[in-house]
């Protein structure tokens, strides 16, 4: 079979195509243009059939496990696809893992470090209760995050561009350092006793909620990662379709009655509106996915993310 490889521009990629077998997968595709470009590895490249000029039709993205012959619409003897260089790529547990230690490692420092000095504070920080704990918390909280990354979530992509490290870094450990500064600072106040242990209870146990709706998601898919998307199920999963996210911001609620500081309950909404864009998206996949009709289940009703609200 021929393939021909493209630029979205339409100029060919590689002069006079790629000759494959008949039965060559994506993937085979993906490391014979590796091969020619040497630049290009498998997970920089993203393969799509053409559409129409004008079209404002998706492209199909071609999947690496299947074979090309799937896309030929009936002709065994020539494809064309349409290539786009993706850009360096990291792997997903690398991406994870450095948005994570950056939080993890920039807490302590103003728990522990004399930094207020830098402010213009002159006098020795006395640590309240509230700021041990809130540390602890923390940093539990992100070292959780880390070993669930290597050890708990089975992705269903390995890479992701660089230039996301960049960004996530950036949200992170900006926030990070922001509610630590204001949370550690000398001239905090914390909140009653009682306050502070509500606060922290119940955020640990949404913690531990959380790890669990993790196991959950984890036990959807093979260990290599296969199995696509199922319809979660088990514990909060049967009336909330997000409740890993639920349960990550409530445990940030939790924090945050315990805390009380500006900076945390900052985090805590642009935090859960990330989550609600993603879990919105997340819902419509599902409910695409398990539509009912040609032998496919339907996806149970559920709320998003926040119920009663969403
Ligand atoms: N504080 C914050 O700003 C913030 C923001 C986001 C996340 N978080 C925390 O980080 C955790 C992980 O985040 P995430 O966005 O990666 O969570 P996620 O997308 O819900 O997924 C966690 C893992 O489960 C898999 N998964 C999800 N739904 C599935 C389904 N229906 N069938 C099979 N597998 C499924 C995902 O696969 P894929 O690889 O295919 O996605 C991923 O590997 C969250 O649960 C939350 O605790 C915090």
Redesign the pocket.
Known sequence: MKVLVVTRSGKELIKGGLELTDSATVADLQEAIHKRTRKYYPSRQRLTLPVQPGSKERPTVLHYKKNLSEYTNGSTSELTVVFKDLGPQVK?STL?FFEYLGPLLLYPIFYYFPVYKYFGYKEERVSHPAQTYAMYYWCFHYFK?IM?TFFV?????ATSPISNVFRNCA??WSFGAFIAYFLNHPLYTPVSDLQMNIGFGFGIVCQVA?FY??LL??N??SPS?N??????RGFLFNIVT?A??T???YQ?LGFNIATQTVAGYV?MI??AS??TN?ALG?HRR?KKLFDGKEGRPKYPRRWVILPPFL
């Open positions: 997903y994870f995050r669930e979530h089975r992705f269903s992509h949200y992170y959380n709706c993790h998601l984890r959807l898919r990662g199995g696509g998307y199922q319809i979660p997000c890993n996210y349960t990550e911001i940030w985090f642009v935090a990330i989550m993603w997340k599902l």
